[in-house]
């Protein structure tokens, strides 16, 4: 029943539909790996904002890659509050 009743209505599905085309999002059932990448609010300028080490989009991408090569997966979503983070992506494209 739940899920019957949280289901996106058909207008919101065109729109998810849409975005994920525009992003070249893969078709289902296809193995990809998240990640949320917070580098906003979380880490300021200072590599010690908020008392804890911030660690750089360098050191996810090599244990993102690690587990890509491991098994196989050739798709990655980033998802992240930063401009910064962003511009660079283009670097880690295979």
């Excluded at 058909?10 to 917070?38: C, Q, V, Y």
């Excluded at 090599?62 to 930063?82: F, P, Q, R």
């Excluded at 401009?83 to 670097?91: F, G, H, R, T």
Aim: aromatic content about 8%; overall charge negative.
């Amino acid at each position: 029943i739940l899920q019957h009743a949280l289901r996106p209505s058909k207008w919101l599905m065109n729109k998810i539909d849409e975005a994920k085309k525009s992003m070249n999002w893969p078709e289902e059932d296809t193995p990809m790996i998240g990640l949320h990448f917070r580098a906003g609010d979380a880490c300021l300028e200072d590599e010690t904002t908020l008392g804890r080490k911030c660690d750089t989009l360098d050191t996810y991408m090599e244990k993102v890659n690690l587990i890509a090569g491991k098994y196989g997966i050739k798709h990655i979503y980033i998802a992240t509050d930063s401009m910064a983070v962003l511009n660079q992506l283009s670097k880690f494209e295979n």
